[in-house]
């Protein structure tokens, strides 16, 4: 029984390349003209309206092809076409190489059994079928169903892409230095609830530039992703490119939840459109160049040592002129690490973190901002060797308030801390400030030299409520008097009216509420963030964690503020 001639067609098909000669049309260009097949007309014009591309892989006269199919009027519904005398195999080769499409996507249609085999011989994986035989019922395949795109979104794209590299051809730049004159400009999209079907589209018909290659196809599947998403600390975006040749569309989505320990990455997907454009690269770079299992095959890789510097943030493509974007501090705890991923890549961050022993830093420390910068704490043992920030770190900090724009601290978990201590000076109970987090001093403790150096070096400080508010206070002060003038200083609140922690410590976090309020109230630059009343219950995880959109709501109260006007007041 022989085998039904479109049977091979076995995978989704994102490209159709033609034959001309007895394949798209009856005859040959060339001799004794041609027989235009109306069917195989429409068929181009349908299968551009469902997204798939069309092009041409003919033995002929460019020019003399090209009029032919102008006279059809069909022409401008084929993309990359190749037409000349030279072997079809390695042209076909080259051509998807520049569509960034895989062989294993593409349909080549040919009446000449030499053309099929060669292109199969350099194009492992490609669909071919031989166009002397009943084509009938090609449309009507699984495989050729694409989506609906009668508004030609795809064949532009292509077109782009088209022009591109035609114009990279002629300059003779390589091609980095072609991509720093083509204004490449990217648009990170936080708020992706009403892009679902791109998300998916991304997560399940990306391969090439699929690095994780976590579908969500089923039910389930999609369950699962919709329950991350609602995660607490989870961060989410759609890329969206544009440079001076055309938009490219939505071309990227990333999942990543980050914390002290570190990124773990859920997703990270790329549409081939955007292939040798370093997209994903300064994506990857955007997130801090996160270490994760690269699900493989993938064309190219994430070098840790390369900097994409031909690529521009940008907040809206239609600004007539981008505004240089704000230069933002924040110090404090890991909730920022949530908060800093929609305020922009021009940052400084002095948040929570492990050192390289696995032990927590806490930037959240009064000490980090009021302790003198004096010669006698930077040659500090003890600094260095109970703390876990440095002197190098207070100096950075400074710097950096004088030079941001906006400034963001976070900095309740100071006031709760037990763990305290003094040290340094020559009067007794010490001239310093440090907090040793609980986990950092139980390692201490297990090396009996460093314990036995810790109890003669450090003073544990078991001060009262009001005390400690002061030290506090008294860090925003040098936050405050450091920054630059005109440069907004937000300070987070303690949530008092949600989840269980709130409940066990309200008192302590309404006291720390109110230190800040006054605080702000006394200084014009200053502004309070009151999450309790800025998110909605359903926005958060609990007492300290919130949602992406809790946390993108904070972002976005920050940056209305500094665009409303400076010295801007929370409700």
């Given at each position: 029984?022989?085998?039904?001639?479109?049977?091979?067609?076995?995978?989704?098909?994102?490209?159709?390349?033609?034959?001309?000669?007895?394949?798209?049309?009856?005859?040959?260009?060339?001799?004794?003209?041609?027989?235009?097949?109306?069917a195989?007309?429409?068929?181009?014009?349908?299968?551009?309206?469902?997204?798939?591309?069309?092009?041409?892989?003919?033995?002929?006269?460019?020019?003399?092809?090209?009029?032919?199919?102008?006279?059809?009027?069909?022409?401008?519904?084929?993309?990359?076409?190749?037409?000349?005398?030279?072997?079809?195999?390695?042209?076909?080769?080259?051509m998807?190489?520049?569509?960034?499409?895989?062989?294993?996507?593409?349909?080549?249609?040919?009446?000449?059994?030499?053309?099929?085999?060669?292109?199969?011989?350099?194009?492992?994986?490609?669909?071919?079928?031989?166009?002397?035989?009943?084509?009938?019922?090609?449309?009507?395949?699984?495989?050729?169903?694409?989506?609906?795109?009668?508004?030609?979104?795809?064949?532009?794209?292509?077109?782009?892409?088209?022009?591109?590299?035609?114009?990279?051809?002629?300059?003779?730049?390589?091609?980095?230095?072609?991509?720093?004159?083509?204004?490449?400009?990217?648009?990170?999209?936080?708020?992706?609830?009403?892009?679902?079907?791109?998300?998916?589209?991304?997560?399940?018909?990306?391969?090439?530039?699929?690095?994780?290659?976590?579908?969500?196809?089923t039910?389930?599947?999609?369950?699962?992703?919709?329950n991350?998403?609602?995660?607490?600390?989870?961060?989410?975006?759609?890329?969206?490119?544009?440079?001076?040749y055309?938009?490219?569309?939505?071309?990227?989505?990333?999942?990543?939840?980050t914390?002290?320990?570190?990124?773990?990455?859920?997703?990270?997907?790329?549409?081939?459109?955007t292939?040798?454009?370093?997209?994903?690269?300064?994506?990857?770079?955007?997130?801090?160049?996160?270490?994760?299992?690269?699900?493989?095959?993938?064309?190219?890789?994430?070098?840790?040592?390369?900097?994409?510097?031909?690529?521009?943030?940008?907040a809206?493509?239609?600004?007539?002129?981008?505004?240089?974007?704000?230069?933002?501090?924040?110090?404090?705890?890991?909730?920022?690490?949530?908060?800093?991923?929609?305020?922009?890549?021009?940052?400084?961050?002095?948040?929570?973190?492990?050192?390289?022993?696995?032990?927590?830093?806490?930037?959240?420390?009064?000490?980090?901002?009021?302790?003198?910068?004096?010669?006698?704490?930077?040659?500090?043992?003890?600094?260095?060797?109970?703390?876990?920030?440095?002197?190098?770190?207070?100096?950075?900090?400074?710097r950096?308030?004088?030079?941001?724009?906006?400034?963001?601290?976070?900095?309740?978990?100071?006031?709760?801390?037990?763990?305290?201590?003094?040290?340094?000076?020559?009067?007794?109970?010490?001239?310093?400030?440090?907090?040793?987090?609980?986990?950092?001093?139980?390692?201490?403790?297990?090396?009996?030299?460093?314990?036995?150096?810790?109890?003669?070096?450090?003073?544990?400080?078991?001060?009262?409520?009001?005390?400690?508010?002061?030290?506090?206070?008294?860090?925003?002060?040098?936050a405050?008097?450091?920054?630059?003038?005109?440069?907004?200083?937000?300070?987070?609140?303690a949530?008092?009216?949600?989840?269980?922690?709130?409940?066990?410590?309200?008192?302590?976090?309404?006291?720390?509420?109110?230190?800040?309020?006054?605080?702000?109230?006394?200084?014009p630059?200053?502004?309070?963030?009151?999450?309790?009343?800025?998110?909605?219950?359903?926005?958060?995880?609990?007492?300290?964690?919130?949602?992406?959109?809790?946390?993108?709501?904070?972002?976005?109260?920050?940056?209305?503020?500094?665009?409303?006007?400076?010295?801007?007041?929370?409700?």
């Amino acid at each position: 029984m022989s085998k039904h001639p479109l049977s091979n067609i076995n995978a989704p098909v994102k490209v159709v390349i033609w034959d001309l000669d007895e394949t798209f049309w009856k005859g040959t260009l060339s001799e004794e003209g041609i027989e235009p097949i109306p069917a195989h007309v429409e068929m181009v014009r349908t299968l551009v309206d469902r997204g798939i591309m069309c092009s041409i892989c003919s033995k002929n006269d460019f020019d003399t092809a090209k009029a032919k199919l102008e006279e059809l009027g069909i022409w401008d519904m084929f993309v990359f076409p190749h037409i000349d005398w030279t072997p079809k195999g390695q042209a076909i080769n080259t051509m998807l190489e520049r569509m960034g499409l895989r062989a294993e996507n593409a349909l080549f249609l040919d009446d000449n059994h030499l053309n099929l085999e060669e292109t199969t011989f350099f194009n492992e994986g490609i669909m071919c079928v031989d166009a002397t035989l009943d084509l009938a019922g090609l449309l009507d395949l699984p495989q050729m169903k694409g989506k609906d795109d009668r508004e030609h979104s795809r064949l532009k794209q292509y077109r782009v892409m088209e022009g591109k590299f035609a114009e990279m051809k002629s300059s003779g730049l390589s091609n980095e230095d072609f991509l720093r004159q083509s204004e490449i400009q990217i648009r990170i999209i936080t708020d992706i609830d009403d892009k679902m079907d791109r998300v998916l589209e991304l997560l399940n018909r990306t391969n090439q530039l699929n690095f994780t290659k976590v579908r969500a196809n089923t039910d389930k599947e999609r369950a699962d992703l919709d329950n991350l998403l609602k995660t607490s600390g989870m961060h989410a975006g759609l890329i969206q490119v544009k440079d001076r040749y055309g938009d490219y569309g939505i071309v990227g989505f990333f999942c990543v939840r980050t914390k002290f320990s570190g990124t773990t990455v859920h997703h990270f997907a790329f549409s081939c459109r955007t292939l040798n454009m370093g997209v994903e690269q300064w994506v990857w770079q955007y997130l801090n160049k996160p270490e994760f299992k690269i699900v493989g095959p993938v064309s190219g890789d994430l070098d840790a040592d390369k900097e994409v510097d031909w690529i521009t943030e940008v907040a809206d493509f239609d600004a007539a002129v981008e505004e240089e974007q704000k230069r933002l501090v924040l110090v404090g705890g890991c909730d920022l690490l949530q908060v800093s991923f929609y305020c922009g890549t021009n940052r400084d961050e002095f948040v929570n973190k492990q050192d390289e022993m696995g032990l927590l830093v806490r930037y959240d420390d009064v000490g980090f901002f009021i302790n003198p910068r004096d010669m006698e704490l930077k040659h500090s043992r003890a600094l260095r060797n109970f703390i876990g920030w440095s002197y190098d770190d207070m100096l950075n900090l400074d710097r950096s308030l004088g030079e941001a724009d906006l400034v963001l601290l976070s900095m309740y978990f100071s006031v709760p801390s037990d763990n305290l201590f003094t040290f340094g000076g020559k009067e007794f109970g010490g001239k310093y400030w440090g907090t040793v987090p609980p986990r950092r001093l139980k390692r201490l403790m297990k090396d009996p030299d460093h314990a036995l150096r810790f109890a003669k070096e450090m003073f544990h400080r078991r001060l009262p409520l009001e005390d400690r508010l002061d030290l506090t206070r008294q860090a925003f002060a040098h936050a405050y008097g450091h920054k630059k003038p005109g440069a907004l200083l937000f300070i987070l609140s303690a949530v008092a009216d949600h989840g269980q922690q709130a409940e066990r410590t309200r008192d302590m976090r309404l006291a720390f509420n109110t230190m800040c309020r006054e605080f702000c109230a006394d200084n014009p630059e200053a502004v309070f963030v009151d999450i309790d009343t800025l998110l909605l219950p359903e926005e958060f995880a609990d007492s300290d964690h919130y949602t992406r959109t809790g946390y993108f709501k904070i972002a976005d109260f920050m940056n209305r503020s500094v665009g409303n006007a400076s010295g801007a007041k929370a409700a």
